[in-house]
């Protein structure tokens, strides 16, 4: 069992930021990530059909033997977590959006924080409740910053455009917050320009990165760790071509533009045929 | 007859564009618009998925009743205008491909012409084919422009970023050109801001204009006007909440998006009570 890879699901290449986050910080670990991006966009999809597609996705990963199941997708982290935890009584599943809002509590020191993703989870509030649950006199404001998505995927990740668009976005939001929650799976491609524009005086939690470490808890907890000594969770350096044999790459459409796209949010070049196409 | 609606549909608001223009062009015409936001985009699907599709959308406007089809999306205009003519015997069917092509050679001089559009409408070459389908010696460059989508949806139309981003996109590739064709359904949105970086020596042809102008040749030869004295067709003007009453609009998902960044796209205020969900 423990020698099982760990599944990673996101309806697309943003939840290749985790699987980096993952890789780095649990170096003896494997892993089989499935994007499912014939279906991409899920958030402007019904909870049902959110939650279908999460099943399937789930269903998928368990077939080639998961012994843990990563949700690296913020919609159906905050739609489906409940749902494919009653179906998969046997693995432990892990969303994004927990390990984020109870950082994000962590970090805060005044209780007012600020949390952006894509439209869909800034409006469906998944962040909020779940920093509100930890924390009950917490202040939570959200924006969507559709923009830093399109960024991320073009790859224009510095320079002159997406500060400014990190501007316009956050200039505004950040006044009187003390923590920012990266709360979308292509945003840790911008850490830096994030970070230049929010200044040295914000907290910026990063969801990859406190995924990742709340998965190298649940595999201590559980016994479920591959071998080797315990490692602590590192900051995600580059990966090294031979990392690619600890990861098998699936999606449900287009492995060119998966290689392309994941090449950046992954850390390390990826060749198509790298890519295995499956149907759901 | 005569007295029918024009259909029209896109994966999206795109279309809307497009919408706004016929509006403009034909006062005494009346229409019905389907966005299929539950399933887009198209453009990262398969050929036989997106005809599948097409003609699930289509077969919902001739439900309603329609004289004529107008596919307002350059994704499925490329893949399946053949297929949905075969299908539908009775109703002229029209998409935005031909029109822009056509308009750009007629506007070109040197026949060297750039086309710009999503990354799906630029890798699968339907405007080159089209260009060089009229033009056998034309020189056609192509670039996919994806930011432009989100600054469209964004509403962030004009300013320091859109002049910025238009910049990176646009000035190595119009050196050599004399004509630019906005391939994309959400580009006339940012037509300012392109012809000022354009310049005043491009011609630029705006797809959902041109495909205005030939919906209006085609419903005078085949005599299927609505009454009235024939109209020139017109640049889009600003239309006026009367103008709603001679739309229906239809959509798959989201209606509150849709009226929201829609209303953008029409330049009308649209309330989401105007929106009409449908199931496909």
Redesign the interface.
Known sequence: MNGLPIGVFDSGVGGLTVLRALRAGLPDETFVYLGD??R?PYG???PETIARYARQCAGRLVERGIKLLVVACNTASAVAIDDLRAHLPGIPVLGVVEPGAMAAVAASTSGRIAVIGT?STIRGGAYTRAILGRRADATVVGRAC??F???A??G?TDG??PT??AR?YLDDLLTDVDTLVLGCTHFPLLHGVIAAVAGPRLAIVDSAQTTATAVATLLERTGLRAGGAPSAVTVAATPTPEDLARIRLLAT??RD?FARVGSRFLGVDLRPEAVEVVDL
């Open positions: 991006t014939a991409l402007t999809k019904s439209e559709p923009l998505v399109a960024l995927e073009e224009w002159e455009i400014a668009v316009a459409d287009g533009r």
